[in-house]
């Protein structure tokens, strides 16, 4: 049976998104032996293929002609439908091929990325910050502090070398665990602190809301709310302790300086993470002196105003070094 020429187009589309049974592919090998109509197809062979991409995959390309051989092979010889075949395949199928192919490819480099991709913040003695990670988790970061995230498929990883304030994000799937100096932390979804410079003996770890568990290598323990943890680095051991006013914890993020019996030693160290400056004592004795007092942040020479009152010494602010001396006349 003789089709019209549109007839065999419809054909050769069906073709094309292989619908087409052994007899309509029969019906369009008869057609292009038909010494009438040659031209015919060929311009709409043409139209087809000027209307396509012209970058093509060689690689893609052989395995589309393998395909189309296969299964055109069995039936009569044709010696114009299987090069113009090819042609309309390529031409209507691989930009599918070629889109399909580089949306994967541009999923796995993103998802590389994701799982490679770091992001670090570093914040300078004197200065804070307020950071929101990709998950949502909320970080407030204290000075002379750096904070830096590498996130996965399975796991939220940060690294932390300094004090920083965590709400972190739920996400039952996924564990958030912060390294600090030896010492780990692991939460799904609650509120804590953690406290530990590269430069301290002590790394504390606070918790206010939800469950933690704190391990190293070689110990491990679980917090509850209102616990707080304080690993000694260099004797890997690990005490407990309740807190009894979370002021002690998280006043820095509150711009509130908070001491219960703390020795100026360890003050000194607050102040010069605190406002970025340098504090030498004059007399190694009062680095041992105990000072309780919560200081509203202010002027640094309030600070010490107020530190100067509850015991007799006398300090010299001289640019960004401070240094503090007995006053015999107090």
Known sequence: ????????????????????????????????????????????????????????????????????????????????????????????????CLLMGTYIYFQKEAEKTRDQDKFEVLVDKGQKANVVLPDGTKVW???????????????????LDGEAYFEVAKDAEKRFVVNCNDLNVEALGTTFNVKGYSADEIVTVALFEGKVKVFNETNNTVLEPNQLIAFNRIGNTFSHSEIADSREIDFWRRNILFFRSVSLADIAKTLERTYGVTVRFKDEDLKKVPFSGSIRNSSLNNVFHIISLTYPISYEINNDVITIYKDQYK
């Not at 020429?5 to 369009?28: C, G, H, P, T, W």
């Not at 109509?37 to 589309?64: G, V």
């Not at 204290?142 to 690294?159: D, F």
Request: include cysteine; glycine fraction near 0%; hydrophobic fraction near 35%.
């Open 1 to 96: 049976m003789i089709l019209k020429a549109e007839e065999y187009k419809k054909l050769l589309d069906k073709f094309i998104s292989k619908e087409a049974n052994e007899y309509e592919v029969r019906q369009l090998s008869d057609w292009m032996k038909n010494t009438e109509t040659p031209e015919e197809f060929d311009s709409y062979c043409e139209q087809l293929w000027e209307s396509a991409s012209t970058r093509s995959d060689k690689q893609i390309e052989q395995e589309m002609w393998n395909i189309i051989a296969e299964k055109i092979t069995k039936h009569n010889k044709v010696s114009r439908l299987i090069p113009a075949l090819y042609r309309i395949a390529a031409c209507i199928l691989l930009p599918i």
């Open 141 to 159: 970061v204290n000075s002379g502090s750096k904070l830096s995230y590498n996130y996965s498929k399975n796991k939220r990883s940060v690294a």
